[in-house]
Every structure is written in C-alpha cells, then in structure tokens.
C-alpha cells in the first residue's frame, strides 16, 4: 500500500473503482480478509491466491456482463473473471491495478505446464509497485506474466479494452462465437507451425 501523494497521475485512475471492478461492493471483504496482512507483495500474493483458489475456471459459465462482485458471488468464470474480481480486491485497499488484454504463448516450453486461456484471447492484471513499477500477475493460472504473456492494451477493465465490440443485428438465439487462437514465436519454422493448423483443424 501507498500514499496517494506519491504516486505518478497516471496511476491514480487505477485505484478508483470502475464498471467491472466494483470495489464498493467488495470493498468490506477486501479488507476483513487481506487488510490484516502484511503490507506489500504479501497482500497481492494473497489477493491472487485467494482467487485462483475459489474461483473455478468454465468457459460454459462465461459472462462479459459479470462485475468482480458478479464473480464473487457466482466463483466461477474465465480469465476476464479471474482479472476482475482480484483487481477490484487490490484496489479495495488502496493498490493501483490494471486490467490487461492479451494472448499466451500457445504451446509451453518443454517439461512446463500448459497455461489455463492459451487457446483464445486472455486477461490478466497489473499491479503498481513504487520501487519496481508496475508488475503483471496472471491469477487464472496463479503466475507472475512472463514473456509467454504477449500484452495487447490495458485499461481500467473489460469494458476499455475489450478485443471485440460491435452490434448484433438478428435473433440472439441464431448467434454463435467460436475463438481460435494460435500464438507461436517467430522463430518458430514454418513447417511446424503449419503442422500444428492441420492438426488442429
């Protein structure tokens, strides 16, 4: 935690509640269960714990309507949810926390576990350190970002950045949305990752 006086302009929008992340309905949890922590990188460590623990990830349950409150109450949803509810919590007492859209590295490295979200777009969120900047935190899958997190924008949560937006015109019931995503490094050889379509085609 931090004074607000300390902190650069550009970070103070991200404590500040916003659509998706309402911390004023949070806000008595947060601090009756993280407020008694330690203060610093415990508090955050908790807040993700306590996410990746009680919410189970579902793709059959996933709402882009949901608030961080919506998920806490439901405990269930996909990395947009997971995002969410433990931005609202940080900014609840006091942190700075951003919402970030992106991709994950399709395929993990050798011996490494496959990431929860590497077959669509994924979310995850930044947390702001005075000493470090900021630092981003993949609570769907209980990690610290790394370079298999490819960032595509950041925002105050869902609504600002979301990787899709437009009109539905027709009956609702005749809609459908199927997602697809590979993400592969470039040096990867072509012949390789042609394979990988066919295969999974």
């Not at 609202?88 to 490295?109: C, E, K």
């Not at 979200?117 to 000493?131: E, N, Q, R």
């Not at 970002?145 to 019931?173: C, E």
Request: glycine share 8%; proline share 6%.
């Amino acid at each position: 935690q931090h004074e607000i006086k300390d902190l650069p302009d550009e970070v103070l929008v991200f404590l500040l509640g916003s659509r998706y992340c309402d911390t004023d309905r949070l806000g008595d949890f947060a601090w009756a269960t993280f407020g008694q922590t330690p203060p610093g990188w415990s508090r955050v460590q908790a807040i993700c714990d306590f996410v990746q623990g009680h919410v189970v990830f579902s793709y059959a349950n996933a709402d882009p309507l949901r608030t961080a409150y919506g998920g806490f109450v439901d405990r269930t949803g996909v990395c947009r949810d997971f995002a969410h509810l433990a931005i609202a919590s940080m900014r609840s007492i006091g942190l700075a926390a951003r919402y970030i859209s992106g991709y994950l590295l399709t395929d993990p490295p050798p011996g490494q576990a496959r990431l929860i979200g590497a077959d669509a777009s994924h979310a995850w969120l930044s947390v702001y350190c005075p000493v470090h900047g900021w630092v981003d935190l993949d609570p769907t899958n209980d990690v610290i970002a790394g370079i298999r997190h490819v960032t595509v924008a950041w925002g105050r949560d869902y609504r600002d950045v979301a990787p899709l937006r437009g009109v539905v015109v027709g009956p609702a019931a005749r809609q459908a949305l199927a997602v697809a995503v590979d993400v592969v490094r470039l040096d990867e050889p072509r012949h390789q990752l042609h394979q990988r379509r066919l295969t999974r085609a």
